[in-house]
C-alpha cells in the first residue's frame, strides 16, 4: 500500500506583477511527495523552483490551482491559520541560516517549542539539547550563531527545523554556502532522518547532489520537465 500524500500540488499557477505587466513564473505546475520521501527540485535560476518551495510552506499562495500540505489546504488559509499550522507541520531550512544573532544555538532552538506551546519549558529545554546532541552541538549549545562556523549555524538550524516534529522538511539550498565536506556532513543527516520516516522536499543547483537523492524533479521555463525516481 502507498504511504500517504504530505505535498499535493495541483495545477499551480504563480504570476508577478512587474510594472505593467506580470511574469508567469509557474505555469501549471503538478506533483504529489509521499511520506518518507527524499525529493530534490532543480532547474536553471529563475525558473521558480523557491517559488514552489514557497507556495508548500504557505510563504506565498498560488495565483491559481491548490497547493495541499499535511491534509490542510495551505492556499486557502490565513496567516495566523498559516503561522500555526507552519510551527507543527513543516520545518524549513534556510540557504543563510536564519539564527536570531542575540540568541544562542539552543535558544534558537526552543523558539519553534514556545510559539507551539506543546511542552513545559522544561521538556523543550531538554528536547532542545537532545537534538542539538543530535546534530553534533551539544557542547556549543551556549554559544552565539556569530560563535560558531556556517556549518554548525546550519547543523543547529536543522536541529530548530526538528523542534516540533514536523512530518515535511524543505530545504532552500541548504547547502550553497558551504564547503564540499561540511556539505557531505549535512547531506548525510538529511539521509538519516528520511531514513527514519521524515518527507523532505530540497532545492539544489549542486547536480553531485542531486544524483545522490532518489527522485529529481526538474523546473524549466515553469513546467516540470523531468520527474525521475517518484514512488
Known sequence: MPSPAIVQIKNVVKRFPVGETEITVLRGVSFEAHAGEFACIVGPSGNGKSTL??????????????????GQAVHTMSENELA?????????????????????????????MDFVKKLTPKQRHERAMHLLETVSLADQAHKLPSMVSGGQQQRAAIARALANDPPLLVADEPTGNLDSHTEGEVFAL?????????????????RSLAARIPRMIEIRDGLISQDTGRK
Open 84 to 112: 500555526k499550522w507552519r510551527g507543527q507541520h513543516v520545518g524549513i531550512i534556510f540557504q543563510f541560516f536564519q539564527m536570531l544573532p542575540a540568541l544562542s544555538l539552543l535558544q534558537n532552538v526552543i523558539l519553534p
Open 190 to 206: 538529511f539521509e538519516r532522518l528520511v531514513s527514519e520516516g521524515k518527507t523532505l522536499l530540497m532545492v539544489t543547483h549542486s
Open 53 to 70: 518551495l514557497n507556495m508548500i510552506t504557505g510563504i506565498d499562495h498560488p495565483t491559481e490551482g491548490e497547493v495541499i500540505v499535511t
